[in-house]
């Protein structure tokens, strides 16, 4: 099992950039594969970017260009770097962590991102 504290949440105007971080504990960091997930009020969760444990990435088409996902299994920890942000993008962002062993999948409690002017 793992849990999962996101951090770096907040206000910001468009085309500003904020970089969110989700710190991994309690199981080996490596083999889970790392998704940011956003749900806005009214709307289903949906996929923002995911890396594999491999290191591939993919993005939402709505993102791409403008964010960025990165990890680090040294620090146990995956990033997302938005720039360029646009009040679509507000929403509660969740990290996501996926065992390549067990297909089981654990979550974070969610970090506010709130893009105005």
């Known amino acids: 099992q793992v849990q999962l504290v996101e951090s770096g949440g907040g206000l910001v105007q468009p085309g500003g950039s904020l970089r969110l971080s989700c710190v991994a504990s309690?199981?080996?960091?490596?083999?889970?594969?790392m998704g940011w997930y956003r749900q806005a009020p009214g709307k289903q969760r949906e996929l923002v970017a995911r890396?594999?444990?491999?290191?591939?990435?993919n993005y939402a088409d709505s993102v791409k260009g403008r964010f960025g996902i990165s990890r680090d299994n040294a620090k146990n920890t995956v990033s997302l770097q938005m720039n360029s942000l646009k009040f679509e993008d507000t929403a509660v962002y969740y990290c996501?962590?996926?065992?390549?062993?067990?297909?089981?999948?654990?979550w974070g409690q969610g970090t506010q991102v709130t893009v105005f002017s």
């Open positions: 890396i594999t444990s491999g290191g591939s990435t």
């Open positions: 309690g199981s080996r960091f490596s083999i889970y594969a």
């Open positions: 996501a962590a996926v065992s390549d062993r067990t297909g089981l999948v654990y």
